[in-house]
């Protein structure tokens, strides 16, 4: 089955400056795809950006990019002139291509952002 | 507005007592899904539907029902809550489409989510 690991329960960032979330997962398919939810503390979960394994150009939404590492099985998201409102847990998440019910999440990432 | 909603937001019950969270979206999405939140374990998946009278077990389907009797709504029942099923309740929905030789889902939309506290 596959699995989503996220290695850092918790992060912080000074208001304005870069940070990166760290996603691996695991599987044996060619075709999937690959998300980011953003969770803040009002509980909503909110699509951040999402990428399709098969294309190779890295997903990006205004401040909010990734870094497709396909042959690493590795999804990192940069946030860049990261704002307070970004604050939020963060979650990774794989969805297969072939089985459309199969969709794994990570255990998150707590993002911090001090003013 | 498009949405799933989910009620209650807050749920405080006893050991036993059945529930019922309830989910309607008004999007006429096909998908629906139910989902736990849990810390450290991220969201696992509790039951889901294709479409209407179609349902089936995620991966921890265990003391929990569903029924789909309409297309927009999808309840969740826990006929007998205890302690280990307090955590937060997230519903979800997305459209199925037949493209080429495969049906595709679009990305999830989820509800506020229903915080469960069972005593």
């Known amino acids: 089955a596959q699995t989503v690991t996220q290695s850092q329960p918790e992060m912080s960032v000074q208001e304005a400056e870069t940070v990166t979330l760290s996603c691996t997962y695991d599987?044996?398919?060619?075709?999937?795809?690959l998300f980011w939810y953003k969770q803040p503390p009002s509980r909503q979960m909110i699509l951040v950006i999402r990428?399709?394994?098969?294309?190779?150009q890295n997903a990006t939404e205004n401040r909010f990019s990734v870094n497709f590492q396909k042959a690493a099985k590795s999804f990192s998201l940069k946030i860049s002139d990261s704002q307070l409102g970004d604050a939020a847990m963060y979650f990774c998440?794989?969805?297969?291509?072939?089985?459309?019910?199969?969709?794994?999440f990570g255990a998150g990432t707590r993002l911090t952002v001090k003013p | 507005e498009a949405q799933v909603t989910q009620n209650p937001r807050y749920l405080i019950t006893v050991t036993g007592k059945k529930l019922t969270v309830t989910c309607s979206q008004n999007?006429?999405?096909?998908?629906m899904s139910w989902y736990r939140q849990d810390p450290g374990l991220g969201l696992r998946q509790i039951y889901y539907?294709?479409?209407?009278?179609?349902?089936d077990k995620g991966d921890v389907p265990e003391g929990y029902k569903v029924s789909r009797k309409e297309k927009r709504n999808f309840p969740l029942i826990l006929e007998s809550p205890s302690p280990n099923q307090t955590s937060l309740y997230f519903c979800?929905?997305?459209?199925?489409?037949?493209?080429?030789?495969?049906?595709?889902?679009?990305?999830?939309?989820f509800g506020n989510g229903t915080r469960l506290t069972v005593t």
């Open positions: 979800a929905s997305s459209f199925l489409r037949w493209q080429g030789q495969k049906f595709s889902r679009s990305p999830l939309h």
């Open positions: 599987t044996s398919e060619s075709d999937y795809y």
């Open positions: 990428q399709e394994a098969y294309k190779q």
């Open positions: 998440a794989y969805r297969s291509a072939y089985n459309n019910n199969d969709m794994r």
């Open positions: 999007m006429n999405h096909e998908y």
């Open positions: 539907s294709m479409n209407v009278e179609v349902t």
